[in-house]
């Protein structure tokens, strides 16, 4: 059987390919592939059979020299990538299938710097799995397997880039919702130590996630935008099953989209942080940023989908922040891991210095740099119309989509289409399931509707 690593590390189905064997074999691999031992850190989230999963590698990593931290209880994919750079670690293991439903599992592999493996890092993982053979014996365990317990630690680091004293300064209202993930615990814990009232919902293991989704989207929040109304709250903040994504409700229970909540603490870190240096999106994620940027004069980068490469251009080009429109954050100076914690507590920092709610503030925003709206839409097609398409887009070279005037063609991951006054369109295809995404960003919904009609008549669907 063939294991590959997809965006986020390997996923399968509990049982089906995510095997205790396998489990054995891509760790072995893991292990080749690092060749000298030296300390690794081992998490899980709270799926079904994670817990003994993580054992599992920790003791083949052991068997193969390796000094491991195993996490004591469930634990966020951001606090993991933390304990690499705290502990001085060769990398870490991490047990999560992050979002995915609750049949699936999942692996990754972080390695040294702390964020998501880059290509290079995963194809030599890959490679090592077709090699393996069997795994060390695990009676010649040579390492050693310590208790990790890293919360208190992790709240108390958090301090150094959320600015604590602002938030004990104004101590409002939120409802948080870990969505029975590995995050129960962190948010709520943070904001109470601040002076904050917080109520916390799905805040338990269950590894069916309520019958749902761990996903922090408009759909899987509509429970925490209730109890936000039902209370009184000033905020619903939310996580997904592995603590690296957000999900935000404002006060009267709208969901804000990732796209909204970036261009809002990209505004913020600027003006009332004193934050400077370019900005990192990915080629899926709201051009807002570029506006803001532009103002300041400040540089985009724009990347592949995937935030390894938001990791990258934070390590590398020093980026004030990155983001990408499915939810994830990182700022300068913290991981370059997308962090659902800490853009949890950046929202909550921003709502008690501006003292007004989410939509307040969003309007002031759009009085300064316009008004814009994102969508995606999953296009389901079969494998005969996702060929026509990709044949379709291969060739296509458009003057003008809806009326508007193509201004410029972006093909570094899908087809990207930059349109008369600041409107754009993407069009990227699953490598996985016969899906193709379709994003479009315009400064009104009557736009974006007509840009998508034009789309979907060239495109024949």
């Given at each position: 059987m063939t294991i590959k690593f997809g965006t986020d590390g390997w996923r399968a189905v509990i049982a089906d390919e995510f095997t205790f064997s396998n489990v054995r074999r891509v760790t072995q691999a893991i292990a080749n592939y690092l060749s000298t031992p030296g300390k690794i850190v081992v998490g899980y989230d709270n799926?079904?059979?994670a817990p003994e999963f993580a054992r599992t590698a920790a003791e083949v990593m052991a068997a193969n020299g390796f000094q491991i931290h195993l996490s004591v209880e469930a634990v966020p994919t951001p606090v993991v990538a933390w304990g690499v750079r705290e502990l001085r670690a060769l990398g870490a293991i991490m047990l999560t299938a992050s979002h995915n439903p609750p049949h699936y599992a999942g692996l990754k592999f972080i390695p040294h710097y702390a964020g998501p493996a880059l290509p290079d890092v995963t194809s030599a993982i890959e490679e090592e799995i077709s090699r393996v053979q069997g795994v060390v014996p695990l009676e010649s365990l040579r390492g050693e397997i310590k208790a990790w317990q890293p919360r208190r630690d992790y709240l108390d680091y958090l301090k150094s880039l959320i600015d604590f004293s602002a938030l004990r300064s104004c101590p409002l209202k939120a409802v948080v919702d870990p969505l029975y993930g590995a995050g129960i615990g962190y948010v709520e814990e943070f904001l109470q130590e601040a002076g904050w009232r917080v109520k916390a919902?799905?805040?338990?293991?269950?590894?069916?996630?309520?019958?749902?989704?761990?996903?922090?989207?408009?759909?899987?929040?509509?429970?925490?935008?209730?109890?936000?109304?039902?209370?009184?709250?000033?905020?619903?903040?939310?996580?997904?099953?592995?603590?690296?994504?957000?999900?935000?409700?404002?006060?009267?229970?709208?969901?804000?989209?990732?796209?909204?909540?970036?261009r809002l603490l990209l505004e913020y870190?600027?003006?009332?942080?004193g934050f400077r240096g370019p900005v990192a999106r990915t080629v899926a994620t709201t051009h807002g940023l570029d506006r803001i940027a532009s103002q300041w004069g400040f540089e985009v980068i724009e990347t592949p989908v995937g935030f390894k490469y938001i990791g990258q251009a934070l390590r590398e080009k020093g980026c004030i922040l990155g983001g990408e429109e499915s939810g994830g954050l990182s700022i300068?100076?913290?991981?370059?891991?997308?962090?659902?914690?800490?853009?949890?507590?950046?929202?909550?920092?921003?709502?008690?210095?501006?003292?007004e709610d989410l939509k307040g503030i969003l309007g002031r925003l759009e009085e300064k740099y316009g008004p814009l709206d994102s969508r995606r839409f999953d296009l389901q097609l079969s494998p005969a119309q996702k060929a026509r398409v990709l044949e379709k887009l291969a060739r296509w070279e458009p003057s003008a989509i809806g009326g508007l005037a193509v201004e410029g063609k972006i093909t570094i991951d899908g087809v990207k289409f930059l349109l008369q006054g600041g409107s754009w369109c993407l069009l990227r295809?699953?490598?996985?399931?016969?899906?193709?995404r379709l994003y479009i960003e315009a400064p009104e919904s009557q736009v974006l509707e007509r840009i998508r009609q034009a789309l979907m008549g060239e495109l024949g669907l």
């Amino acid at each position: 059987m063939t294991i590959k690593f997809g965006t986020d590390g390997w996923r399968a189905v509990i049982a089906d390919e995510f095997t205790f064997s396998n489990v054995r074999r891509v760790t072995q691999a893991i292990a080749n592939y690092l060749s000298t031992p030296g300390k690794i850190v081992v998490g899980y989230d709270n799926r079904f059979l994670a817990p003994e999963f993580a054992r599992t590698a920790a003791e083949v990593m052991a068997a193969n020299g390796f000094q491991i931290h195993l996490s004591v209880e469930a634990v966020p994919t951001p606090v993991v990538a933390w304990g690499v750079r705290e502990l001085r670690a060769l990398g870490a293991i991490m047990l999560t299938a992050s979002h995915n439903p609750p049949h699936y599992a999942g692996l990754k592999f972080i390695p040294h710097y702390a964020g998501p493996a880059l290509p290079d890092v995963t194809s030599a993982i890959e490679e090592e799995i077709s090699r393996v053979q069997g795994v060390v014996p695990l009676e010649s365990l040579r390492g050693e397997i310590k208790a990790w317990q890293p919360r208190r630690d992790y709240l108390d680091y958090l301090k150094s880039l959320i600015d604590f004293s602002a938030l004990r300064s104004c101590p409002l209202k939120a409802v948080v919702d870990p969505l029975y993930g590995a995050g129960i615990g962190y948010v709520e814990e943070f904001l109470q130590e601040a002076g904050w009232r917080v109520k916390a919902i799905h805040n338990w293991r269950d590894p069916l996630f309520g019958g749902s989704l761990p996903d922090p989207s408009a759909r899987g929040l509509q429970g925490l935008s209730q109890e936000v109304k039902a209370t009184g709250s000033h905020l619903g903040l939310a996580l997904d099953g592995d603590a690296d994504r957000f999900g935000v409700v404002d006060a009267d229970g709208t969901y804000f989209t990732a796209n909204q909540v970036l261009r809002l603490l990209l505004e913020y870190l600027v003006e009332k942080r004193g934050f400077r240096g370019p900005v990192a999106r990915t080629v899926a994620t709201t051009h807002g940023l570029d506006r803001i940027a532009s103002q300041w004069g400040f540089e985009v980068i724009e990347t592949p989908v995937g935030f390894k490469y938001i990791g990258q251009a934070l390590r590398e080009k020093g980026c004030i922040l990155g983001g990408e429109e499915s939810g994830g954050l990182s700022i300068k100076g913290h991981v370059p891991e997308k962090d659902g914690i800490l853009a949890c507590l950046l929202v909550a920092e921003m709502r008690a210095v501006e003292g007004e709610d989410l939509k307040g503030i969003l309007g002031r925003l759009e009085e300064k740099y316009g008004p814009l709206d994102s969508r995606r839409f999953d296009l389901q097609l079969s494998p005969a119309q996702k060929a026509r398409v990709l044949e379709k887009l291969a060739r296509w070279e458009p003057s003008a989509i809806g009326g508007l005037a193509v201004e410029g063609k972006i093909t570094i991951d899908g087809v990207k289409f930059l349109l008369q006054g600041g409107s754009w369109c993407l069009l990227r295809p699953s490598g996985t399931e016969p899906v193709v995404r379709l994003y479009i960003e315009a400064p009104e919904s009557q736009v974006l509707e007509r840009i998508r009609q034009a789309l979907m008549g060239e495109l024949g669907l």
